[in-house]
């Protein structure tokens, strides 16, 4: 008899999350450079104060980020309002790294080093739920990635 958790990962399914993967690390590079930028030339060019350049940097690095992991990292048509759902994301990842960050803060008393575990929190968490939640196909269209074993 077959125990019922043992499963066997496809390479091909380890191979498209790898790429996904790549692609979401390329985006988040470009994203960063993007939203610096602006948050840097509102502060140079115009007479706003550093909140609303700050705010304005991430406004158009989220907007960004969503047009490039829709086509690019994941490949997703518009599907449920994946606009909605991306905000949705970015609120949980945002909340994760606020409490990586205090977890951080705890343990290590110092505000630069707390750092750490939310910058490494916040991608991971944004990955998933942009991959099984934002740009996830519906039920009759995914591909499984994993199959019993036999």
Request: glycine share 8%; proline share 7%; aromatic share 14%.
């Amino acid at each position: 008899m077959q125990h019922p958790l043992k499963i066997a990962i496809r390479p091909q399914a380890v191979r498209e999350i790898a790429g996904q993967a790549l692609r979401y690390g390329l985006v988040g590079l470009l994203n960063t450079a993007v939203g610096v930028s602006t948050i840097f030339a509102m502060l140079a060019f115009t007479p706003a104060g550093p909140f609303l350049s700050n705010a304005t940097g991430y406004g158009v690095s989220l907007t960004v980020s969503f047009f490039l992991n829709r086509s690019f990292t994941f490949k997703a048509a518009d599907r449920g309002f994946p606009a909605l759902k991306y905000l949705i994301a970015f609120a949980i990842a945002y909340g994760a790294n606020v409490a990586a960050l205090s977890v951080g803060l705890w343990a290590f008393k110092n505000p630069y080093l707390s750092q750490a575990p939310g910058i490494a929190t916040y991608p991971i968490v944004f990955f998933l739920l942009a991959r099984y939640y934002v740009f996830a196909a519906p039920q009759h269209e995914r591909r499984t990635t994993a199959e019993p074993a036999e």
